[in-house]
């Protein structure tokens, strides 16, 4: 079952782990903790920390998700989506506000697992997800402007209209030999899948665009020349110190965290199910993000979720079991044990190279703009999003479009409701729920007949109220049919007491027909059984036609 709590670890070695798999995702292991080498350290620079944290992060994270996972094939570790949240909370409230924040995320995320929310988050709507994912690209894309150009500035604004003016106040103090290096390391990441895609071409751009300004020595910024040295082990774990004052402001990004992780990890284990005709458990996959995001601060670490790029390279490279997942954190732990020193005179250039390209993939510009055939609420929903992600904030973005799209839904469903009034006849439609199939039958006067269509709750309460007014007086008797009602909540529950108060007041005889048994039963707890009487409840309008006739002639 896709609700078990059982990581797909644990599954695979049941089902009988043999060399052959080993050698398969040993391979794919290799050249995923390849690829995920220059992305975890580009990501940890542009999101505001040191380099090494995010090597820390891959390998922590990436151990607990892998193990844990409720996805046979999932990789986890630092993403781009992360880096616009990562870099406020930091400039905000420092690595040890992030920390926080992070651990605090992790808690949610175990939390939503255990209680097996795993369904409820794929309900986030599509024209929302690629709102923000767009709006993020695209500050990453900008944020990258600096490095690739070799810009020096001093205290680059936090917003995006900002540091775009600054950009071009300092244009002047542009580097062509960063210009060089960025630009020969972009044409080598898209070319070189023309020559081999075993081999990813970040990781070859990185290579040659530091091994070309070594030997040119060009004067342009380093990983060296900006953050130092590089540790070449992973840090004691300590528990991060913080103010128990700050907790209260960390929780609007704490939910941000939790909810984005979410998203991610589960759209990627979607995108992997669907490339291995695997199915994943939504909430053991929940429960692995939460652990991993509860760790990774211990070791000096920022927020971690399943990575869809890193995912896809491991299936496409033989990757069928978490045991490539492991295999790519002991990759990435043996390159920063053996090369780890090497990793100072990677340029920036490079760096900012490689991330312009991860921010167009993100960017799904084909999707944004298919979108605007979409319902014009779609496209609302997206273009808010997005402006709020680029302009405001992620978090006001995530809670914006999650708000506005229930409203929307919630809009829809209210139009789908029907309140019908039937004046002169009423046909009863033969289904096969029906005891007997019914004939039509006259409406006789005095009688009024509405028939209600659809979820019948708050949002189609006051239209229901309004359907009802348009009886000029009261009848003798008033029939409502509630046989097509799926759904009731406490609002319609209110509108039905009022209605029955208002029909006892004008003398008129109120019938209910077509209760089902759910119906029923939810009609008995509010108490409105009680003040209409049982009597007044029936299976089919037929009995409610014949008791309002007894009614009439009485």
């Not at 936090?158 to 060089?180: K, Q």
């Not at 630009?183 to 040659?208: E, H, M, N, Q, R």
């Not at 209260?248 to 939790?258: E, G, H, K, Q, Y």
């Amino acid at each position: 079952m896709s609700s078990r709590l059982v990581p797909k670890l644990f599954s695979c070695f049941q089902e009988g782990y043999t060399l052959q798999k080993f050698a398969r995702d040993g391979m794919a292991g290799v050249i995923v903790g390849i690829v995920a080498l220059p992305l975890a350290i580009a990501f940890a620079i542009a999101s505001g920390v040191k380099p090494e944290q995010g090597l820390f992060t891959a390998i922590v994270a990436g151990f607990v998700i892998s193990a844990l996972s409720g996805s046979r094939v999932q990789i986890g570790g630092p993403t781009g989506a992360f880096i616009v949240v990562v870099f406020g909370i930091v400039q905000q409230h420092g690595y040890q506000g992030l920390a926080v924040a992070t651990i605090m995320a992790g808690g949610l995320l175990v939390v939503m697992g255990i209680a097996r929310m795993g369904a409820v988050i794929k309900f986030i709507p599509y024209p929302m997800t690629i709102g923000f994912t767009s709006g993020i690209a695209l500050i990453i894309a900008v944020t990258q402007i600096k490095e690739f150009l070799g810009l020096t500035t001093t205290a680059p604004a936090s917003d995006l209209v900002h540091r775009l003016i600054g950009y071009y106040h300092d244009l002047p103090s542009l580097n062509p030999a960063a210009i060089f290096i960025g630009g020969f390391s972009l044409v080598i990441i898209l070319v070189w899948p023309l020559v081999t895609k075993k081999i990813p071409g970040s990781i070859i751009a990185i290579l040659l665009g530091t091994f070309l300004a070594h030997v040119l020595d060009l004067k342009l910024a380093t990983i060296g020349s900006e953050f130092g040295s590089v540790p070449n082990l992973l840090p004691a774990p300590r528990f991060p110190d913080f103010d128990w004052a700050m907790i209260p402001d960390l929780v609007p990004a704490a939910l941000t965290i939790a909810l984005l992780g979410a998203i991610e990890s589960l759209l990627s284990a979607v995108v992997a199910d669907g490339m291995t005709g695997t199915r994943h458990r939504s909430n053991m996959e929940l429960v692995a993000q939460g652990i991993a995001n509860l760790v990774s601060p211990l070791f000096g670490g920022i927020p971690a979720t399943g990575a869809i790029a890193r995912t896809v390279t491991n299936i496409k490279n033989g990757g069928r079991t978490p045991v490539a997942g492991i295999v790519h954190v002991l990759t990435l732990l043996l390159i920063m044990v053996l090369f780890g020193r090497w990793v100072t005179l990677i340029p920036l250039a490079c760096l900012a190279a490689v991330l312009l390209v991860v921010a167009y993939h993100m960017s799904e510009w084909r999707h944004f703009l298919k979108l605007f055939q979409a319902p014009r609420s779609d496209v609302l929903v997206m273009l808010s999003t997005f402006g709020l992600t680029v302009f405001v904030d992620l978090t006001v973005a995530i809670e914006t479009g999650v708000v506005l799209s229930s409203l929307l839904f919630m809009s829809r469903m209210a139009q789908a409701t029907e309140f019908r009034s039937i004046t002169s006849e009423v046909r009863e439609d033969y289904d096969e729920s029906d005891d007997v199939p019914v004939e039509l039958e006259q409406v006789p006067a005095g009688v009024e007949v509405f028939e209600i269509y659809g979820p019948f709750f708050f949002g189609a309460a006051n239209v229901f109220k309004d359907k009802l007014s348009i009886i000029k007086r009261p009848p003798k008797v008033l029939i409502l049919r509630l046989r097509h009602i799926l759904t009731i909540d406490a609002t319609a529950l209110q509108a039905l007491e009022e209605l029955i108060e208002k029909t006892s007041h004008e003398g008129t005889l109120l019938f209910l027909s077509g209760v089902k048994p759910q119906l029923r039963e939810t009609l008995m707890r509010s108490g409105l059984i009680a003040k209409i009487g049982e009597q007044a409840l029936f299976p089919h309008i037929e009995p409610a036609l014949q008791a309002a006739r007894d009614h009439l002639a009485t």
